[in-house]
């Protein structure tokens, strides 16, 4: 592809294992050399270790892997025909005739990760506690590397496209398709299930960035980071901690989040009117008084974080956290939260400073 001479070749994990380093190889520098392998977070490392180790419906995409020295060989298998009827009247592209082979090596060759690091370094760490995966087999992406100046450059920007460049997965996918994610398969649950009857898919606002229709009450990625808040206090963990762990039908978790939410639905009453149909979300949220704070994702935010403070430091129950939070006036425009979270002059809303957030707490819990 382009000037790349590539091969996709089959090879046991044991052999990636012992075969395959890190990329180190491209610089001459020893202190940048250092830096490649300090990057490599031995947490995440530790992570797709346990992966490999846990999980039966374990899967990853290709290494993409640099060789030279030694004295790799492509052997090719030729004259791949048809052999029954059926197969004879397909069309056989002409390049799909030198596509098969074999791929040998001396074991003198050195091979470097261009892209998957923290993947092989789980390898290497799962290999350690269970020898019997030693043998699946992953896809390796082999590129021909020519270890001179030149060489190294182009290996370094391949390097860098195949990293840097990276999309990462959104927040939606997440959201949508995380099997393991403890948030991601609350919040599923949450607007899936006929038990919990205050979000669904006619309420709740697909759209990343600010809710402006007049039907949702919130988005589903503001779900998600207040879920995130709510799982990680009841795990007595720190949100970025939560990747460590792996939703298993934990029906504590989400018993916690299904109580604070119904709870919150059955104690603002703003919001009871919405679910029986007597105003739309979009009668709680205006730009001429800001609305109601449950109403705009912000709302949710500091919500949240003040019902948590109030669990954590009051030695209240979730239900008795809430009602005390709920009773107050929540309204955008109110003494609590007017020039604070809403300008009453400017009719928007405020970057919320800590010193603001402490006031509206205390005024809220006092």
Known sequence: ???????????????????????????????????????????????????????DDRFFNSLVVAVYDGDPNWHEIGDITPNNEEASSLEFPEYAGNCIGFLSITRDEKFFALDGQHRLAGIKDALQFNANISDE?????????????????????LFTTLNKKAKLVSKDTIIALDEDDIAACITRRLIESDDFIYFNE???????????DKTSITSIVNIYDNVQKLVAYKLGVKIIELEKYRFKNHIDLYQFVFDFYSTTFEACRELRNVIDNKHTPGFYRNAETGGHILFRPIGWDLYTDIVLYALTNLNQSLSGAIKRVTTKNLHMSGPILSNKIWSIKQKKILKISAKNIKTIQKNILS
């Not at 382009?2 to 990329?23: H, K, N, P, Q, V």
């Not at 992953?138 to 060489?151: D, F, L, S």
């Open 202 to 212: 006619n309420n709740i606002s697909f759209n990343t960035g600010p809710v402006r």
């Open 137 to 157: 087999l992953i896809n390796v992406i082999i590129v021909a590397h020519k270890n001179t100046p030149e060489g190294k450059i182009k290996s370094r920007r």
């Open 1 to 55: 592809m382009g000037s790349w001479i590539t091969y996709s070749c089959m090879m046991r994990l044991s052999d990636a294992a012992e075969l395959i380093g890190f990329a180190k190889e491209l610089h001459q520098i020893e202190k940048l050399s250092g830096k490649i392998q300090r990057e490599l977070n031995e947490d995440r490392a530790k992570e797709i270790s346990r992966y490999l180790v846990e999980n």
